[in-house]
């Protein structure tokens, strides 16, 4: 079981890159929630990429934090895009019908791509 969560920012392009690791519970909804506001506020990019491949479980406290980050973006036309494997976010998605509203890669180099190819032809 991972004991420790961490969150790291960083920009990539035109991207905020924010990566998590660990549980995403109430307990640390809160610095999750802080480093997100502080990415965003600090002159965002018009996307972010949030790497949730080491979060083993989320609970709703966590899954709020990704909605509300969803409808941040999307007031700022801007764009979310989860980075999920296989396992419990993505089940969690599945089962909440919110993998209808979230737009998911497989891997944090597949969504960096996608928005450098995008940006530099447009």
């Given at each position: 079981?991972?004991?420790?969560?961490?969150?790291?920012?960083?920009?990539?392009?035109?991207?905020?890159?924010?990566?998590?690791?660990?549980?995403?519970?109430?307990?640390?909804?809160?610095?999750?929630?802080?480093?997100?506001?502080?990415a965003l506020d600090g002159r965002g990019g018009?996307?972010?990429?949030?790497?949730?491949?080491?979060?083993?479980?989320?609970?709703?406290?966590?899954?709020?934090?990704?909605?509300?980050?969803?409808?941040?973006?999307?007031?700022?036309?801007?764009?979310?895009?989860?980075?999920?494997?296989?396992?419990?976010?993505?089940?969690?998605?599945?089962?909440?019908?919110?993998?209808?509203?979230f737009e998911t890669r497989g891997s944090l180099?597949?969504?960096?791509?996608?928005?450098?190819?995008?940006?530099?032809?447009?």
């Amino acid at each position: 079981m991972i004991s420790t969560f961490d969150v790291q920012t960083w920009h990539h392009g035109p991207c905020v890159v924010v990566r998590v690791v660990g549980e995403l519970d109430m307990a640390v909804a809160p610095r999750l929630r802080a480093e997100i506001d502080r990415a965003l506020d600090g002159r965002g990019g018009p996307c972010m990429v949030m790497d949730l491949t080491e979060v083993p479980f989320c609970d709703s406290v966590g899954l709020g934090i990704l909605v509300g980050t969803l409808t941040r973006m999307r007031e700022t036309r801007g764009r979310l895009v989860l980075v999920v494997g296989p396992g419990m976010i993505t089940h969690l998605l599945t089962i909440t019908n919110l993998d209808r509203h979230f737009e998911t890669r497989g891997s944090l180099r597949e969504a960096l791509d996608m928005f450098t190819l995008s940006h530099s032809s447009g």
